[in-house]
């Protein structure tokens, strides 16, 4: 069945989505995140989109921006392309590291630009990594606070739309806003962090890469192991990088 072609924005402003391949991790440590920071520094110069809005996740993206000189396709080709080639090198790696086609949606009237833009500034918040939006070190909601308007970040629109003495305001309001929603409805009995801890200990892997290059005989054990010490089984899925139904054959499988 053939895709269903990309929906196009009046304005040139749109609300991106990546994701993992198989919602396996894209940032293992700090270095990770700062490194697709600074792509997307090179990248916001070299194509000239207007960046109004950034939240890096575990596993996914958010980004709200403006293109102009460049369709969305060839930005994200730049972007997608610089950051993978980085971290297969570094991780030794080979392959996709994001899905094929992210997910973007046109954002063509201020009320939802204000709602997207709260959106991806409370996405931490909202998955319990953080319990304030100004908490979370991986996304540009400081960006606003600051005076010097030098930053990666395009500040005047939002904060002309919200207004400067309301802004910290309208973010840190709770809401049911709903744009381009990740599946994140599971409730985890560990968190991702205590998980990754778990997941280190058990396998002595320091990244995804390592786990998946584990014979397959240990891996289906370990990820057996994981299940036991209390991970879900999506979760095992998207912090080793291991297909879901990978995982539930090996949960399943009787070791001896």
């Known amino acids: 069945m053939p895709r269903a072609a990309r929906e196009k924005s009046e304005s040139g402003i749109y609300h991106v989505m990546l994701r993992g391949v198989n919602k396996q991790q894209i940032f293992e440590e700090k270095e ?8 997307l520094e090179d990248c916001k110069e070299i194509s000239k989109f207007e960046l109004y809005a950034y939240c890096l996740m575990g596993n996914h993206i958010h980004l709200l921006l403006r293109v102009e000189n460049e369709p969305l396709e060839t930005v994200f080709r730049r972007i997608g392309s610089r950051f993978v080639y980085w971290y297969n090198i570094k991780y030794e790696r080979h392959g996709h590291l994001f899905q ?11 009320a939802y630009f204000i709602m997207v833009l709260r959106y991806i500034l409370r996405n931490p918040v909202k998955a319990g990594l953080s319990k304030e939006p100004k908490d979370y070190c991986y996304s540009n909601y400081k960006d606003y ?30 809401n049911t806003d709903v744009c381009l929603e990740i599946e994140t409805k599971k409730i985890c009995r560990i ?61 399943r499988k009787d070791f001896k």
Do not use: M, W
């Open 100 to 110: 094929d086609r992210y997910k973007s949606e046109p954002v063509d009237d201020d």
């Open 145 to 174: 606070l600051i005076e010097s308007k030098d930053t990666l970040t395009d500040t005047q629109k939002g904060l002309e739309l919200i207004g400067e003495k309301h802004f910290e305001e309208y973010v840190n309001t709770d």
């Open 191 to 251: 968190t991702d962090e205590k998980a990754k801890d778990i997941i280190h200990k058990k396998a002595k892997c320091d990244c995804v890469t390592e786990f998946q290059e584990l014979p397959k005989a240990k891996r289906d054990k370990l990820l057996r192991v994981l299940k036991e010490q209390g991970l879900s089984i999506r979760q095992i899925s998207r912090l080793t990088g291991t297909p879901k139904g990978v995982v539930e054959r090996a949960v």
């Open 32 to 39: 990770d995140y700062e490194k697709f920071i600074q792509i």
